[in-house]
């Protein structure tokens, strides 16, 4: 019961939404305006107050007609069940007005329910003309109450208000149902809006697919350059899936694995790199031959360290198929948490790589096709051009040319060159062959001529000879090469006449014996070097060598195999003789600092971006030189050593004289006078002078043997010649309370011993001599220090010392600096010349009251 009750009540529902809608609202407002005036009904027929029956047959008739409406509204009459009740309870309201009260009748009110009725059920522009109708009506009525047409009636209040409430109602129930629909209406609107927002954004993301993939595949398609392709293939996947990372792998001719030609974002580091098959996305996708989407990259177990550690979160692969056969993988990444591949990504990306994958291929078959094309260009170009070569060789006059048949040497074409060394006439040796001319001795030798020539295809650098009458012979240079003309096999003969290159060979072997014999007779090394200082090539001297081989300074720059002082000496030069085209010269010596061998370097300009440079060794004459200056040193040394010798002999040798001759007049007049005690004196004075005189003579002549007359040399023990020194002067040690100290484990000296212990005595002698009043006087012998390989030796003591200005002067001849000391001043000047004599040098560091310490250096050695 109640299922039929709520299938009764329950509104139809049809295909068309709006028949839907509108029958909605019908059914609802027939239902509840049948029950409100079944309501009234019953209660005017309860309540009974009225003496006229219109009233009660008009609200019947609405009920009759609402009930009519419902059923067409069941048999799917929507339209027609509106303007029926629309139409009818008009109908009714404005029989009712002429009836009863007109304008001022409740009916007039129910105007506004049609209106409203009819406006959510057939539209505004029904509503428009229900609502004009309405306001005739009304006008009508109150022109006839005006004219007094119609006699004014007022109903009872109870009656009108119920009537009013009951219009009301209905209004209400209208209204509800107007903002009902609305609101469905509204929502049905958003809903519908939404949806079609959905479905928009979704149109228009696969126009924009749609779009680009058309775009895309016009644009891929017309590419026919495989590297581009690949990159705009791979950028517009990018843009379709909005992201900036992805790669494009293919497989490798030998099909052994992929390698990604290029990449975007984080992957472009990897381009180059090569996968086997199931390693990672595209190793996978390779292997399975289908799509491969990994959302979480992270978690996957086949992703790869350094992908992971890259940061990528989603991967999808797809495959660049043609056919059955996979030539590549197109990989696409995202490094954003939050992103995946949607189903309709994925599917996009799978019709991309088809597209992708025949314009790929297109490509590939577009580059084979140019290689081929090219390669036939190139072929057709070398045809041509051996063709025009092969023409202008055939056609010069440098080198003869003959074709003749390989079976019997029939002369089948030459060229005027060939003519002109041979002699023949073309006309006579055309269709003649060899024999026939001569030109082979017997037939024998040609037929093993063309048994090599068969065998080894081609025959090189044959001496062959022309003679012609009245001419010198014709020395050429003959090849031999078989070839086809028109299916016969013939021979290519080229004769390169090489007479005048023979006597140009003859006349350059005979210039390079004499240019070799030049340069062996000179005495230097010959360098080419370029202007940035390249060594370009080398000739050797006889005489004369390398520090290292050619090869290992051929090619290289003269700051890496000069020391840098040499090199910018040689830069300097080879700039200087490049820019003046002057010869430049300058010396150096080796190696750098101790420069024991030196050598001269003449640099000339042979190109303006060439020069040679000649090196020779000038040590002997850099020896002979600093021999020379030398002597010349020593000579002037000795020159001004002798006039200070002459002037120092005629001045000591005068005193005695004079005192000698002055004392021989003191001695007549000491005899004149009988004075036997001042004779006596005045003779000891003469005595004494010439004791002096002789002395200065002998040492004197002691002086001049020093490196005259020398003892054999021997190494000697430095300690050893010291003790021995010191016992000969032990007397005036003793004497003076000295104490001699000698260093121990002296090194070994080279010379003359008995000069060497002359020089150590002498020094100590002078020491104890210049000793002083020291309350401890002490005298110290030793070696302190090496000078270029010679010990330092020393005699030290604590005496009066000498004052700086004299440390010169004291090694002079006879400089003494206390005339009233002993001895005639000339032990230092000994010992200074024997010292320079065993090669060494000596001198002195002294200061007033503190003492004098005498220097000298010694030879361990023979010198070299």
Not at 105 to 120: G, K, N, R
Not at 321 to 332: C, P
Not at 391 to 415: C, P, Q, S
Request: aromatic share 8%; charged share 20%; with cysteine.
């Amino acid at each position: 019961m109640p299922n039929r009750l709520h299938r009764l009540i329950a509104a139809p529902i049809f295909a068309n939404e709006e028949e839907t809608r509108v029958a909605s609202i019908l059914n609802s407002f027939v239902w509840i305006a049948i029950a409100i005036i079944s309501a009234i009904i019953i209660f005017r027929l309860i309540v009974w107050t009225e003496n006229r029956y219109v009233p009660l047959l008009v609200l019947l008739a609405v009920v009759s007609a609402l009930a009519g409406g419902q059923i067409m509204i069941r048999r799917g009459y929507v339209r027609g069940a509106s303007m029926f009740l629309v139409g009818a309870l008009w109908i009714a309201m404005t029989y009712q007005a002429w009836e009863a009260d007109g304008i001022r009748d409740a009916a007039i009110s129910a105007y506004i329910v049609v209106i409203i009725f009819s406006s959510l059920l057939l539209g505004w522009r029904f509503a428009s003309f229900v609502g004009g109708l309405s306001m005739v009506a009304m006008w009508y009525f109150a022109i006839m109450e005006k004219q007094g047409l119609r006699a004014l009636h007022v109903d009872d209040p109870i009656s009108y208000t119920r009537d009013l409430s009951a219009i009301i109602i209905l209004i209400g129930v209208l209204i509800y149902l107007l903002i009902s629909s609305w609101s469905r209406t509204l929502q049905s609107a958003r809903l519908e809006l939404q949806e079609r927002l959905r479905a928009e954004d979704k149109l228009q993301k696969q126009a924009d697919y749609l779009a680009a993939l058309n775009e895309t595949a016009l644009g891929l398609l017309n590419r026919s350059e495989l590297q581009p392709l690949l990159e705009s293939i791979l950028t517009r996947a990018c843009d379709l899936l909005k992201t900036q990372h992805g790669m494009i792998d293919l497989v490798l001719p030998d099909g052994s694995a992929l390698q990604q030609d290029v990449g975007r974002g984080i992957l472009s580091q990897y381009n180059g790199t090569r996968t086997l098959k199931n390693e990672g996305v595209t190793g996978s996708v390779w292997a399975s031959g289908q799509q491969l989407t990994v959302q979480d990259y992270r978690a996957w177990n086949k992703g790869l360290p350094e992908f992971i550690d890259a940061g990528f979160n989603a991967v999808m692969g797809v495959p660049l198929k043609v056919g059955d056969e996979i030539i590549g993988v197109l990989a696409i990444s995202f490094v954003e948490q939050d992103r995946t591949f949607t189903q309709e990504q994925i599917n996009l990306m799978e019709r991309f790589a088809a597209l992708a994958s025949l314009a790929i291929d297109n490509a590939r078959l577009y580059e084979t096709a140019q290689k081929e094309l090219q390669e036939r260009r190139n072929t057709e170009s070398a045809l041509r051009s051996s063709e025009e070569r092969f023409r202008k060789v055939f056609n010069n006059r440098y080198v003869a040319i003959a074709i003749v048949t390989l079976e019997d040497g029939m002369f089948l074409e030459a060229n005027p060159a060939f003519w002109q060394l041979s002699g023949l006439k073309p006309d006579k040796a055309l269709g003649h062959t060899p024999v026939s001319l001569n030109m082979w001795s017997n037939s024998q030798k040609r037929s093993e001529f063309v048994q090599e020539l068969l065998e080894k295809r081609s025959l090189h650098n044959i001496p062959v000879e022309f003679e012609k009458e009245n001419q010198p012979r014709r020395t050429t240079i003959a090849f031999y090469e078989l070839l086809y003309i028109d299916d016969q096999l013939c021979i290519l003969c080229m004769f390169y006449d090489v007479s005048e290159q023979r006597q140009a060979e003859r006349a350059l072997r005979e210039n390079e014996e004499r240019m070799r014999a030049i340069l062996n007779a000179i005495p230097d090394m010959i360098f080419e070097l370029s202007g940035t200082g390249i060594f370009l090539d080398f000739m050797a001297s006889a005489e004369l060598s390398p520090e290292i081989s050619p090869d290992q300074f051929i090619g290289k720059n003269v700051k890496d195999i000069f020391p840098p002082a040499i090199a910018a000496q040689t830069m300097f030069a080879l700039g200087r003789a490049l820019e003046t085209d002057q010869i430049h010269a300058f010396e150096y010596g080796l190696p750098p600092g101790e420069e024991v061998q030196f050598f001269e370097a003449r640099i000339s300009a042979i190109t303006p971006n060439s020069a040679i440079m000649m090196v020779r060794d000038i040590s002997q004459r850099k020896w002979i030189e600093t021999e020379r200056e030398k002597l010349i040193n020593e000579l002037e040394e000795k020159n001004g050593e002798l006039e200070r010798f002459t002037y120092t002999v005629s001045h000591d040798l005068k005193s005695p004289l004079i005192t000698i001759k002055g004392f021989l007049g003191f001695l007549e007049q000491d005899a004149a006078s009988g004075n036997t005690v001042r004779l006596k004196a005045d003779i000891q004075r003469i005595a004494n002078a010439t004791d002096k005189m002789q002395l200065l003579l002998n040492e004197l002549l002691e002086l001049t043997r020093i490196g005259r007359l020398m003892n054999p040399r021997q190494s000697i023990s430095f300690e050893e010649l010291a003790r021995e020194a010191v016992e000969l002067v032990q007397g005036q040690i003793q004497s003076k309370g000295i104490h001699v100290s000698i260093q121990e484990n002296l090194p070994w000296v080279y010379g003359d011993r008995q000069r060497l212990i002359e020089v150590i005595q002498n020094l100590i002698d002078n020491a104890a001599k210049f000793i002083g009043n020291q309350p401890n006087p002490r005298i110290e012998i030793g070696q302190s220090e090496y000078e270029n390989g010679k010990p330092v030796f020393y005699v030290k003591d604590n005496g009066i010392g000498i004052d700086l200005i004299h440390h010169d002067r004291i090694f002079g001849l006879f400089n003494k600096l206390d005339a009233n000391s002993e001895g005639t001043g000339i032990g230092l000047a000994l010992v200074k010349r024997i010292i320079e004599v065993h090669g060494g040098r000596i001198w002195v560091q002294s200061e007033v009251k503190n003492g004098a310490t005498f220097f000298f250096t010694l030879q361990t050695e023979p010198a070299a």
